[in-house]
């Protein structure tokens, strides 16, 4: 039996090679959602406030919760402020409160730094509910955060965030229970509001 060109072998060791490194790239899950994965709610994470500070979001035990990634530049921000103003008023004192964690990784529509961020919010939208620092929701610097959210709840064409105004539903245990795509109005979540509201 004629042996093998050396060029067989190489092209056997780099075929051999291919397939490892695609076997390892996509096949097994990226390493963040393995860490991720053993978080039990959003009460394990500590995220930034507008001003910089440390807050747990234990902070929130027993609240209905609907987090949002928000800008301040986008086709949605009107109608979005809105409606969750609307939302936060009605519900504020009956255990809902309402994250808004301003993301600029969708067509550069939140440049702003923190402070007018809020000031715009505030002023414009008369918003109350807590806003907190910019942060990104994709990619490798994705907030553990939102990594968290998108392993809960992935969406329709997969897991990463769309769009502003993408909207996490999390109930009285810290658990997802949904997530809303930015074309999704606030007040059509209002009803999912009221049942994790009322349920025990």
């Known amino acids: ?47 930034k406030d507008v001003r910089g ?10 609240k209905v919760l609907l987090l949002v990634n928000v800008a301040s530049k986008c086709g949605f921000t009107k109608s979005n402020y809105e409606e969750l103003n609307v939302l936060y008023e009605k519900y504020k004192n009956k255990g809902f409160e309402i994250l808004a964690f301003p993301c600029n990784q969708f067509g550069g529509q939140e440049p702003e730094n923190n402070e007018k961020i809020q000031e715009f919010v505030c002023t414009r939208f008369k918003a109350e509910f807590p806003i907190f620092d910019k942060i990104e929701v994709n990619g490798k610097n994705a907030a553990p955060l939102y990594k968290f ?30 997530r809303y795509a930015p074309i999704t109005s606030p007040l059509k979540i209002e009803k999912d509001i009221q049942n994790l509201l009322e349920s025990s």
Do not use: C, H, R
């Open 53 to 62: 500070n440390d807050v747990s979001l234990s902070e929130y035990s027993g």
């Open 149 to 178: 959210l998108k392993s809960q709840k992935g969406g329709i064409f997969g897991d990463g965030i769309k769009w502003n105004f993408t909207k996490f539903l999390v109930n009285k245990e810290g658990k997802v229970v949904e």
């Open 1 to 47: 039996m004629q042996l093998w060109k050396f060029s067989n072998w190489v092209s056997l060791f780099f075929l051999g090679f291919g397939l490892f490194f695609y076997y390892f790239t996509y096949t097994s899950p990226p390493s963040y959602q393995m860490a991720e994965e053993t978080s039990k709610s959003i009460y394990d994470f500590t995220v």
